[in-house]
């Protein structure tokens, strides 16, 4: 229970990170509160009830309309330059790494700040530029708030000098690459621990019973709307089953796309699939693109997208290719250790309510290596390097059957090499880190024996 908690909070921060104006309006309101508390305090102090300190900057009104004009101008100047760069490195991110890679430059807290930080002190030098105005001791000048923008401003070139130094390292395909396999870290972090619930006994039909049930009597709930599944609240599907005393299984896992009509789940009885039908709108998320709060295999896509991007003849960059695999390779030894879905959620009671489909290891692994692999034909370096992330993982690996995935993916590249390698030497490479693979294989064999 806990787990699913944390996983749709980590859904909600997603989906309020990967956009432009949370920050934003967020900075633009701690400016307005900001305004208004020196704005009260400059009132306070032209009523004679306050005495402002000496290093407040004092001037007449028409100095400080000049002042705090030009100070907006200068912004709503600096505002457009963010934004040109911001374009700029969108266009090459969606170029060199894939239009997928944008959601990882457009949710980048540095660019939301700095975006905010300008905008924020924008909006409080044009309220303080309105607040200056006649009154019965004479012009009113808000000469604290002027301060205050000054301030702003000298901290506002700050960031700017670092958005800069920011952007220029940012685009760099080492730090792409890495940022991915954080969040890939992440996603898995939040798929480990202990199952959802944790009662007592368990209660009614297994889960293949339930299998069978659903296979042979199934009512079919359609998708409301189509999209990408980003996210299912199993805790709600949970109390839904419970209420109508059935069963859902779900067909489709976060990360799939969904076509409007189609089938997304089964519920046995079937009687009760139309009720579900109504309910299910609150239990689940979709959208017009994949996210990585519950879809694991979309950080694994991202890196993979880039490797064999890199090992197209437009691009010819090896390297890039072999940092990628080094990542994935770090991260499927992660997964082989603490990653564990669960396929089954019980209600308070014990009794199985939702079935789920988490993506299996095996798929993970040959999401992995398969399409690199095929990129990389010929290309001796990729092999080896795919070869030795097998080794790697291999000795991370927990059961016979993840070994045995492990195992197949190593024998693929292996003949890979055999056919499209010419050099004989590179050949032997290729083989001896096939050789590396079978024995850490069987020594892992040996001592679970």
């Not at 956009?19 to 704005?39: H, I, R």
């Not at 299912?232 to 796309?257: E, K």
């Not at 290729?430 to 064999?445: E, M």
Request: aromatic share 6%.
């Amino acid at each position: 229970m806990i787990r699913g908690i944390h996983l749709e909070s980590q859904w909600r921060r997603e989906a309020l990170r990967t956009n432009l104006w949370v920050v934003p309006t967020g900075e633009v309101v701690l400016a307005l509160a900001l305004f208004y508390g020196t704005w009260a305090l400059d009132r306070a102090a032209y009523r004679g009830a306050l005495l402002l300190p000496s290093w407040v900057i004092s001037g007449t009104a028409d100095a400080a309309r000049q002042i705090l004009a030009a100070i907006a101008a200068a912004l709503i100047t600096v505002i457009g330059v963010v934004f040109s760069i911001m374009i700029v490195t969108l266009t090459l991110a969606s170029t060199q790494f894939g239009p997928r890679m944008l959601r990882t430059f457009i949710r980048d807290r540095t660019t939301q700040l700095t975006l905010g930080t300008f905008v924020a002190t924008f909006v409080y030098a044009v309220l303080a530029l309105i607040s200056i105005g006649p009154g019965p001791r004479g012009d009113f000048v808000p000469h604290l708030s002027i301060t205050v923008c000054m301030v702003l401003v000298l901290a506002d070139l700050a960031v700017l000098i670092y958005f800069i130094h920011h952007i220029a390292t940012s685009i760099q395909l080492p730090h792409v690459i890495a940022g991915i396999a954080a969040e890939l870290s992440e996603a898995i972090e939040a798929g480990a621990g202990e199952p959802e619930w944790a009662g007592g006994t368990e209660r009614g039909p297994s889960a293949a019973e339930l299998h069978g049930r659903l296979d042979a009597a199934g009512g079919t709930v359609p998708a409301p709307a189509s999209g990408y599944l980003q996210f299912v609240r199993h805790r709600t599907l949970v109390r839904i089953a419970r209420d109508l005393d059935a069963v859902i299984r779900l067909d489709h896992r976060p990360g799939h796309f969904l076509v409007r009509g189609h089938q997304l789940a089964t519920v046995w009885p079937a009687g009760v699939a139309p009720e579900v039908a109504r309910s299910f709108a609150r239990a689940h998320v979709t959208g017009p693109s994949r996210t990585l709060a519950q879809d694991i295999a979309f950080a694994v896509d991202q890196l993979v997208e880039i490797a064999i991007r890199a090992l197209s003849t437009a691009v010819n960059d090896t390297f890039t290719a072999l940092t990628c695999i080094d990542w994935l390779g770090e991260g499927l030894c992660r997964i082989a250790t603490s990653w564990q879905p669960n396929p089954v959620h019980r209600d308070e009671e014990g009794y199985i309510r939702v079935l789920a489909v988490p993506v299996r290891y095996e798929r993970l692994v040959q999401r992995s290596f398969e399409k690199i692999r095929q990129a990389g034909h010929g290309m001796p370096a990729v092999l080896i390097r795919q070869l030795d992330a097998l080794a790697e993982i291999m000795t991370e690996t927990r059961t016979a059957e993840q070994r045995q995935v492990l195992l197949a993916q190593a024998e693929m590249i292996e003949r890979a090499g055999a056919e499209s390698v010419i050099e004989p030497a590179d050949q032997d490479d290729v083989h001896r880190r096939y050789l590396a693979v079978l024995a850490a294989h069987a020594r892992l064999a040996g001592e679970a024996a």
